[in-house]
C-alpha cells in the first residue's frame, strides 16, 4: 500500500481565499484522523471520522473549518476563509481500528499570505 | 484529561553515543496507550512503537529500547550507537482510556546527532 495520501503537499494562499487539503487514507482503515501542527500549540487533532462519519469535531477550531469524507478513500479539510492564523503543517493519518497505531500521511505545509 | 511532558526540548549528542529521550504522562484511565512517532527533517510522522498499559515489558528493536515504568508514569525512548539518520523530532503520545481514538501528543524533543 502507498500508505496515506495527502495533497497538495504545499499551499500558499492570500488571507481570505478558500483552502481545500486533500487526503486518501489507507485502504481497509476505518477511522481517518486530521492533525494540526503548529510551533505554538504543537500536534493537536482537529476531527476524526469512523467509516465516514465524523465522531468527534471538538478540536476544530471555528466555523472557517469544515471537514468531509465522502467515501471511505477521500476526505477534505477546507478552511474558507483563511487566516494568517491558520498557516501550519496539516496532517491525515488513518489507522484500522480503535486500538492500533495511527499512519500519517506526509502533511500539507499551508502558508496563508 | 491526559498529558504527555517531553521536558527536553533539544538534545544534541555525537555520532555513535547513547541517548535517552524522556516522556512523562498523566492520565486518570486505567487503560492506555504509549506512543513514539519519529519526525525527520522531511516532516512526515513515522510511527515506531505503541504500549499498552498492562505490558510493562521494556522493548528493544534493534539500536532502539524503550523503557515503560507505570509507577513513574514514564515511557523513555533509548537509542544505542546513534547516527546521524537518527536526527529527528520524537513526539511521545498518549491514548487514553482504551477505545479513545485521539492522540494526545508531546511537544516533541528534537535530536541532532553530530557526525
Known amino acids: 500500500d502507498a500508505g496515506v495520501i495527502q495533497s497538495p503537499r504545499h499551499e500558499v494562499t492570500e488571507m481570505g481565499q478558500e483552502v481545500t487539503l486533500r487526503c486518501k487514507p489507507i485502504?481497509?482503515?476505518?477511522?481517518l484522523f486530521w492533525y494540526r501542527q503548529t510551533m505554538m500549540r504543537g500536534l493537536e487533532l482537529l476531527i476524526y471520522?469512523?467509516?465516514?462519519?465524523?465522531?468527534?469535531d471538538s478540536g476544530m477550531p471555528e466555523d472557517r473549518f469544515s471537514a468531509k469524507m465522502p467515501n471511505a478513500s477521500f476526505s477534505t479539510l477546507k478552511i474558507q476563509p483563511s487566516e494568517p492564523r491558520d498557516s501550519a503543517v496539516y496532517f491525515c493519518?488513518?489507522?484500522?481500528?480503535?486500538?492500533?497505531?495511527?499512519?500519517f500521511g506526509q502533511g500539507t505545509r499551508l502558508t496563508v499570505v | 484529561a491526559q498529558k504527555v511532558t517531553q521536558a527536553q526540548t533539544e538534545i544534541s549528542v555525537v555520532e555513535k553515543e547513547d541517548v535517552t529521550l524522556d516522556c512523562v504522562y498523566e492520565?486518570?484511565?486505567?487503560?492506555?496507550?504509549l506512543f513514539w512517532y519519529k519526525q525527520p527533517p522531511s516532516g512526515e510522522l513515522v510511527f515506531l512503537i505503541r504500549r499498552n498499559s498492562f505490558d510493562e515489558q521494556n522493548e528493544i528493536s534493534g539500536r532502539y529500547s524503550w523503557n515503560f515504568q507505570k509507577s513513574t508514569s514514564s515511557f523513555n525512548f533509548t537509542i544505542t550507537a546513534s547516527q546521524v539518520v537518527d536526527s529527528a523530532v520524537y513526539f511521545c503520545a498518549l491514548s487514553a482510556p482504551f477505545g479513545n481514538e485521539k492522540l494526545t501528543f508531546g511537544t516533541g524533543t528534537r535530536l541532532t546527532i553530530i557526525p
Open positions: 493519518a488513518s489507522s484500522p481500528n480503535r486500538d492500533t497505531e495511527a499512519f
Open positions: 471520522f469512523n467509516n465516514n462519519v465524523p465522531i468527534d
Open positions: 485502504s481497509g482503515h476505518d477511522y
Open positions: 492520565t486518570r484511565d486505567t487503560t492506555y496507550y
